[in-house]
């Protein structure tokens, strides 16, 4: 496969032919028009940048002859707006060829190919006998027109400042096929969903092209090959990727480490965008040294990884590293600033000073919190408190499952909820807790006693219970060895003192 930038001048005496497997153009005004105003702006806000197109996948047929795998609906736009722009400066109605860039035709539709070839002014309403392809380009040309009549704009102006930008701004990503390739199977897929054109696919392709490596070392880029999928499926475990971000959105989880090195951004591909592959293909493109360029930006990437992985065998930065990540993803950059460069105990007082911070309320007074208070600091807090229990307990702690934390939708609960005849519903932080919703709504209301025995029950079938939470139905935190059924203010008092005293052993030399 390949991958490079095509501008629509280097389109230029190519055939594009679409096979009979894809459907016909299907565009209408409201995509049509959204394309033009969108290069219209371009061309008044950033005619210094680059446009960049959705990709055209392609499979070579002969010389200048590609079947379209994927991208027609875009490519026969231009091609229509060409045509327009052919049928609107032609004088005389002769038609001018200077806006002739490319062929474009249908493999088994030939009255859509005539109806294309022929179309301008005088024949763009004329769809009688044509197919129902021509009705959706007759409208696309239609659409056009609609919109440089508008009265807010120059007709010639805006068709020469579009015309400038596709000639002179816009590019294609171009994504040229194997000759052994199926492209049938692949545009079923792509169409599917299955395989969308994620960042990650477009630089594997150019990470593992053949161009950048010498022939003799053909065997790098396998190992690199076989090195990219088990960092991917390393990062299809759950319990390392819910360490590492709150994102639901990766199709292609390697591209969490394309987004940090180019773009610092680990939500880039909620926009579904290719701002990661356009910075590492523009520094590609200015290297002359291109396989060694290559080469130290796999370097980077498997560093890159191997570093997060340190992370995550390091109970106690997992523990620090995971709660900063889950109060906030951008944290991330702090966490790097925090352990790059240092030594291991140097990297934890670091990242226990950003945790620190996290706190919104001095340890002294965490009990001004309350079930009305800004529920992410509560919950923030509590999870806190479950993570440092488990650091105090250095050897004997256990990994705490951030993926079942957050797939089982933990958040703050009442421990007693039921008020009694003479108050009202306890909503202080000595009466709020750490419940997966499951387990809640086995219970909701239910007073301390029967929420008390469902715990239990759901500790003893091997169901994740935070260390903390498990301590509060065990009473573990209250000074009394009797009232195993109520949850009384002695206990509340008990509790908040417990939490005081984890957090200050762990902040102590924070505080200073």
């Known amino acids: 496969m390949v991958v490079s930038e095509k501008r629509i001048e280097d389109l230029k005496g190519l055939k594009f032919n679409v096979p009979s497997y894809q459907r016909g153009y299907r565009w209408t005004e409201h995509e049509v028009t959204t394309l033009l105003e969108d290069l219209y702006t371009h061309s008044k806000q950033n005619r210094d940048y680059k446009y960049c197109l959705q990709p055209l996948i392609v499979k070579k047929v002969s010389d200048n002859t590609y079947d379209v795998v994927d991208g027609q609906q875009r490519l026969t736009t231009i091609f229509i707006f060409l045509k327009f722009m052919s049928a609107e400066f032609s004088s005389g109605r002769r038609r001018s060829n200077q806006y002739d860039y490319f062929e474009l035709v249908y493999e088994t539709r030939e009255q859509s190919a005539k109806y294309l070839k022929e179309l301008n002014f005088d024949t763009y309403q004329e769809i009688e006998d044509y197919d129902i392809d021509a009705d959706h380009i007759s409208k696309a040309f239609g659409a ?29 990503i171009w994504y040229e096929i194997d000759e052994t390739e199926d492209p049938i199977k692949l545009f079923t897929k792509v169409n599917l969903g299955k395989i969308p054109l994620t960042n990650a696919e477009l630089i594997k392709a150019l990470l593992l092209d053949q161009t950048n490596y010498e022939s003799e070392n053909d065997s790098e880029r396998i190992h690199r090959g076989i090195a990219w999928d088990n960092i991917e499926h390393r990062l299809q475990e759950e319990s390392f990727w819910k360490f590492l971000t709150n994102s639901e959105n990766y199709v292609t989880r390697i591209d969490f480490l394309f987004n940090l090195l180019e773009c610092n951004d680990v939500k880039i ?23 060694t360029f290559i080469s130290n930006y796999w370097n980077k990437v498997y560093l890159l990884f191997e ?15 995971g709660y900063l990540l889950s109060v906030d993803d951008k944290n991330i950059e702090k966490v790097f600033a ?67 934390y957050k797939k089982e939708k933990w958040d703050i609960e ?67 060895v009797d009232g195993f059924d109520d949850w009384i203010d002695e206990d509340k008092d ?18 200073e």
């Not at 290719?274 to 002359?288: G, H, P």
């Not at 992985?309 to 590293?321: F, G, S, V």
């Not at 509790?495 to 762990?506: D, T």
């Open 414 to 480: 009442h421990i007693h909820a039921t008020a009694d005849e003479t108050a009202e519903a306890d909503d202080s932080l000595a009466n709020l807790t750490l419940l997966d919703s499951n387990t809640n709504r086995s219970y909701g209301d239910k007073p301390f006693d029967q929420k008390r025995r469902i715990i239990i029950k759901v500790d003893a079938e091997g169901k994740f219970v935070p260390i903390c939470t498990r301590n509060v139905f065990l009473k573990v935190y209250s000074n009394k």
């Open 338 to 404: 925090a352990t790059r460069g240092k030594k291991k105990s140097e990297a934890f007082y670091e990242l226990k000073k950003i945790a620190y911070k996290t706190l919104k309320k001095d340890i002294s007074s965490i009990e001004d919190f309350s079930y009305s208070s800004k529920k992410k600091e509560i919950r923030s807090l509590l999870l806190l408190f479950n993570l440092v229990t488990l650091i105090n307990k250095s050897e004997k702690q256990y990994r705490f499952p951030f993926d079942i």
């Open 269 to 291: 591909p909620l926009k579904n965008t290719y701002d990661t592959f356009y910075s590492l293909y523009a520094k590609y493109q200015n290297e002359e040294d291109k396989p």
């Open 307 to 321: 570093e997060l992985t340190n992370w995550y065998m390091d109970l106690n930065r997992y523990h620090l590293i």
């Open 144 to 172: 056009i027109d609609k919109w440089v009549g508008r009265e807010d704009i120059n007709p010639d102006n805006a068709l020469h400042d579009i015309y400038q930008v596709l000639t002179e701004a816009v590019f294609f």
């Open 494 to 511: 008990s509790y908040i003192q417990a939490m005081k005293q984890e957090l200050n052993r762990f902040f102590g030399d924070c505080e």
